[in-house]
């Protein structure tokens, strides 16, 4: 794990491999392992870069209300600092409204991104109010039993059968996260804008990676858009592709990004 100060924050990130860069970003109260699987189906080709955002895994947390483009912006300082120029995003949930901000405010240093089981749309009324009980209930009874209640909801039925021990890793990760940061995040999220227009009007390659099974973000609230650069890869899984189907989802992810032709 390395780590690099932004501003007030120290964030931690991993980095393997060779290649053009993959920047992932993980879902609400994950951190880097959630890509545990994913990283040596990628880093064989790819110089891959997953970070821990504010408050999660072993990044820090200074106190201070932020925005979903405040952690876009910690994205772009990190790769500044790493002399990175270009990458490809992918962000998982909440990783992709900060991939959806990213591409927005910072969209030269894209060749492309995309959004695994993540959504362009703002909040409904009764999603906005969902934020507010989770904030509440944090509050009211810690960031353990909040991550009790979550995690089962982000895998399909059958996984929490199949799969019971990345169930238990999903919850031990999320017991990482810290609860005044997960207020927070809630918050940001409550607030962020509808971002269908950045997709629709991307000049780069878009992924939109969903899941049929998926109790979070339905096949329909994902994102609008007739443009030719947007492609889609539905896997029969929850919420939780890169634990409950990696192979499939790296697969979506290395056949995303362009071979290069040797000359």
């Known amino acids: 794990m390395k780590k690099i100060t932004i501003g007030n924050e120290q964030l931690s990130y991993i980095e393997h491999g060779q290649g053009d860069t993959i920047v992932l970003i993980h879902g609400f109260c994950g951190s880097v392992d959630y890509w545990e699987y994913i990283l040596p189906l990628l880093s064989d080709k790819y110089h891959v870069i997953a970070v821990n955002l504010r408050g999660h895994g072993s990044s820090t947390y200074s106190g201070a209300p932020f925005e979903i483009e405040d952690l876009a912006n910690d994205m772009n300082k990190l790769l500044k600092k790493l002399g990175i120029e270009q990458v490809y995003m992918f962000g998982h949930s909440l990783g992709g409204y900060v991939t959806l901000a990213f591409a927005e405010l910072f969209g030269k240093s894209l060749k492309g991104f995309g959004l695994i089981h993540s959504t362009a749309y703002s909040d ?120 409950e189907a990696p192979e499939e989802l790296a697969k979506a992810i290395r056949s995303f990004i362009p071979s290069k032709t040797l000359t």
């Open 124 to 243: 409904t009324d009764a999603g906005k109010e969902g934020r507010l009980n989770a904030i509440r209930k944090i509050q009211d009874l810690g960031i353990e039993e909040f991550v009790n209640g979550l995690i089962p909801n982000l895998f399909a039925d059958e996984s929490l059968i199949t799969l019971p021990n990345e169930v238990e890793k999903a919850k031990r990760i999320g017991y990482g996260t810290n609860g005044i940061a997960a207020m927070e995040t809630q918050a940001a999220m409550r607030k962020r804008p509808d971002r269908n227009g950045v997709i629709e009007q991307a000049n780069v390659p878009v992924l939109l990676v969903k899941g049929t099974k998926d109790k979070v973000v339905s096949l329909d609230r994902v994102a609008s858009s007739s443009s030719q650069n947007v492609s889609e890869v539905r896997l029969d899984t929850g919420h939780m592709s890169m634990q």
